[in-house]
């Protein structure tokens, strides 16, 4: 499974765009790259998921260069209440063994008034 | 859709007693679950991965005799802390994927926090 490397913390402005980077510098040609949400005694909240290129929901948008070993999770104009710890992920999409969800350390996203 | 509950939420036992935590994917089935802890300020470190109807996979480290798995349906999966310790106490975390789903289609219960005294 490809490690993953995101900053430990990152603080905020309400209203600003906060835009957190993974590297993934072992990706394998069958991982998709994975961003979780969780609030503090709450299970992970799925948020956005890609493969390559730019993928937009209507939370948050994700940036995957050509190379895919980073990815990067864009969130718009940000509240107080998305102050919370944002997990990546890569792993197989096939739903093998490859496909379990191993949670590196995270960022701790501290959203400020 | 794609709702999994955790029961009970929330739990403190004496040490030595054992304690059950059930897993259930509300409107979908599991093929197969996860199961999660989550120490204070610590990510998630998954534990064991369960299908249904066959004995569960432990991760390096965690002993099954110990975190006892039992995936008896494709919408319901139990976990058991036997002989609780006050170092077994954690956030637990369930984790269920539909059949034929891939990392997206990986839906989380809301935890179970367990307190030994």
Known sequence: LAKTTQPISMDSYEGQEVNITCSHNNIATNDYITWYQQFPSQGPRFIIQGYKTKVTNEVASLFIPADRKSSTLSLPRVSLSDTAVYYCLVGDHSGGSQGNLIFGKGTKLSVKP | ?117
């Open chain 2, 1 to 117: 859709g794609a709702v999994v509950s955790q029961h009970p939420s929330r739990v403190i036992c004496k040490s030595g007693t054992s304690v059950k935590i059930e897993c259930r994917s509300l409107d979908f089935q599991a093929t197969t679950m996860f199961w999660y802890r989550q120490f204070p300020k610590q990510s998630l470190m998954l534990m064991a991965t369960s299908n249904e109807g066959s004995k569960a996979t432990y991760e390096q480290g965690v002993e099954k005799d110990k975190f006892l798995i039992n995936h008896a349906s494709l919408t319901l999966s139990t976990l058991t802390v036997t002989s609780a310790h006050p170092e077994d106490s954690s956030f637990y975390i369930c984790s269920a994927r539909a059949v034929a789903g891939g990392l997206h289609e990986q839906f989380f219960g809301p935890g179970t926090r367990l307190t030994v005294l």
